[in-house]
């Protein structure tokens, strides 16, 4: 089946740095979405995609769905404590309905 | 406009037992998809529910079932509990599906321990 690799795993930076992640599929994704979960939580969408090419901003998060159609990024810029959590990509299933697939996740910490 | 709403948050149950997890979806949201998320298999799909009717069901066995009422709420259930199934359970919304928007917006979860 679709599978999505994540990585960093885990991260440790410190607050003001800014912060790059990807995720990368065997096949092809139309759609990648980017979330995080904080401890006790369910994910929060942070930053749809929905076109090749596509570069698209929320505050400091900024995501790219690369050309390939295979791999998208997600960059946070000037990091705060309160960016701690795991950040998870997503995509469609393939034609299933309401399923997505997840990657692994990559943990942030961020030091004060 | 409200977010997904699950309850309980938290539960514990002995093996064998059988529970049920109720969500409600963001209003006007009519697609109820449920994941089950561990610290070794991260987050797994486990069915979707549209207009009542099951469409899609992950790889899981058949002590996972659930049903969606016509008001677009969902329940899942899982019987005879195994302490493999001690887990987050999440649920999803979305408002249009077939329309090319993949957008799940998902509740807090609930916290499933099998002792």
């Known amino acids: 089946g679709q599978q999505l690799n994540q990585s960093p795993q885990s991260m440790f930076i410190q607050e003001g740095e800014d912060v790059s992640m990807n995720c990368t599929s065997s096949?092809?994704?139309?759609?990648w979405l980017w979330y995080k979960q904080e401890p006790g939580e369910g994910p929060v969408l942070l930053i749809a995609l929905y076109k090749a090419g596509e570069l698209t901003s929320n505050g400091r998060l900024t995501a790219q769905f690369g050309i390939t159609r295979k791999d998208s990024f997600l960059n946070i810029s000037a990091s705060i404590p309160s960016d701690v959590g795991i950040y998870f990509c997503a995509g469609p299933g393939g034609t299933s309905y309401g399923k997505l697939t997840f990657g692994q996740g990559t943990i942030l910490t961020v030091h004060p | 406009k409200a977010g997904v709403t699950q309850t309980p948050r938290y539960l514990i149950k002995t093996r064998g037992q059988q529970v049920t997890l109720s969500c409600s979806p963001i209003?006007?949201?009519?697609?109820v998809s449920w994941y089950q998320q561990t610290p070794g298999q991260g987050l797994q799909f486990l069915f979707e529910y549209f207009s009542e009717t099951q469409r899609n069901k992950g790889n899981f066995p058949g002590r996972f079932s659930g049903r969606q009422f016509s008001n677009s709420r969902s329940e899942m259930n899982v019987s005879t509990l195994e302490l493999g199934d001690s887990a987050l359970y999440l649920c999803?919304?979305?408002?249009?599906?077939?329309?090319?928007?993949?957008?799940?917006?998902f509740g807090p979860g609930t916290r499933l321990t099998v002792t």
């Open positions: 209003s006007g949201h009519r697609s």
């Open positions: 096949s092809i994704f139309n759609t």
């Open positions: 999803a919304s979305s408002r249009s599906p077939g329309t090319g928007v993949y957008e799940q917006y």
